[in-house]
């Protein structure tokens, strides 16, 4: 048996796609139809501060490349509001029956890099690592870990994912490891892995799987000594309680029996507002379905140039657009033959020429992530 996978190569020669586009290829060529269009990607025409934050762009890149196009796109990593994301100028067909693929490359992976954005500046000064890889097809995994990535998150835990990605993925112990030990042999779990991992793997032991938080952070931090950096408390909800106060009882434990080095950190069911409120007694976090079951972001791909003449549907804008980022941390979009405002930053920046990729921004992770960051403080996205 295969799995429901749609491969690269049905991605890239335009069979991933909305059967109308089909239709709509066949008609154009019965009709000897091919006009020279202007097409842009937008979410929101108009500014309403609310902002999303870009992703997606490297693999749009990837998939438009080799065909005759020229592209402009906003960098991933920016912070966007209203107005195109993207602008693909050349003959209609020859991107028409991609429509489909770039829009999901887009909207799925910003979706997600906004939601990452929402939980790093939940708790901007803490350790916050992607766990949602579990919870969406695995075919996506790396889609998921380089939106958490751009939007700052400091790590993940999908191995695959961080194959493609060339980073390493991260993680110590599940409730299943504990398990296969038996009650009350937690020790037995802690002390095995000890000795069974590489030095450079932390070790965090999960500590909440039999019996009480405090008593078994307590025990593992009696049985692995100065070798424990941190426990994990991933609690269900059903059974949590007040989490703030367990995570509260059990620093009070550790520390009334010196092991206050030992950090906390806590996992499970976790968004921005449960960051919001314990950043001040945990250490650090693993969120998991806020980020990876994000909404995508609702970009389409409209028409507005046909051989050199403005033209929208209803409801859009026609005209070639522009948008740009003002000194005060503003969105702004206008045609793109008029002036922006002044000291305004165009966001629009070549992506392809002739097929070919001639980006003059950095389309990797780090560079993105850097970008998310100043933008996320000069708009005050997530600011309480």
């Known amino acids: 048996m295969e799995f429901d996978i749609v491969g690269p190569d049905a991605i890239r020669e335009g069979s991933a796609t909305d059967a109308y586009f089909d239709r709509t290829e066949t008609t154009l060529r019965h009709a000897g139809r091919n006009p020279r269009v202007i097409a842009e990607v937008t979410a929101d025409q108009f500014p309403d501060g609310c902002y999303e934050l870009l992703s997606g762009v490297r693999d749009a890149a990837a998939l438009l490349s080799g065909r005759d196009l020229a592209v402009d796109a906003v960098p ?127 070790r965090v032991a999960l500590c909440d799987t039999f019996d009480d938080e405090a008593d078994e952070a ?37 520390d009334a029996h010196d092991h ?47 051989d050199g003449d403005s033209v929208s549907k209803r409801g859009k804008l026609p005209g070639v657009k522009q948008v740009y980022r003002t000194p005060d941390g503003g969105h702004h979009v206008g045609l793109a033959g008029e002036a922006g405002p002044d000291d305004a930053e165009p966001l629009l920046r070549p992506l392809l020429r002739d097929g070919e990729v001639v980006a003059d921004f950095d389309l990797g992770i780090d560079a993105a992530a850097e970008r998310a960051a100043r933008d996320a403080e000069s708009c005050g996205y997530g600011s309480e």
């Open 218 to 254: 307590l025990r593992a931090a009696e049985t692995l000594g100065d070798r424990l950096d941190s426990v994990r408390l991933d609690t269900t909800g059903s059974r949590r309680g007040d989490f703030r106060h367990i995570i509260r009882e059990v620093r009070w434990t550790l």
């Open 260 to 306: 206050d080095g030992v950090g906390i950190f806590v996992s499970g069911g976790l968004g921005p507002s449960d960051l919001r409120d314990l950043r001040d007694v945990a250490d650090g976090f693993g969120v998991g379905g806020y980020v990876s079951n994000a909404d995508p972001v609702d970009f389409a791909l409209d028409i507005v140039e046909i």
């Open 76 to 202: 991933p990593g920016r912070l966007f509001d209203g107005g195109p994301v993207m602008r693909i100028e050349g003959d209609y067909l020859e991107f028409a029956r991609l429509e489909t693929s770039l829009l999901g490359f887009l909207s799925h992976a910003s979706g997600i890099a906004t939601a990452a954005l929402d939980v790093r500046r939940a708790a901007p000064d803490s350790l916050v690592l992607s766990f949602g890889a579990r919870h969406v097809h695995p075919s996506i995994a790396a889609v998921v870990e380089r939106g958490a990535l751009t939007a700052g998150l400091d790590g993940f835990s999908h191995v695959a994912g961080g194959e493609v990605l060339g980073r390493e993925a991260g993680g110590t112990m599940p409730h299943a490891l504990v398990l296969c030990f038996g009650r009350g042999n937690q020790e037995e779990a802690w002390q095995a892995f000890d000795e069974a991992v590489g030095p450079e793997v932390p």
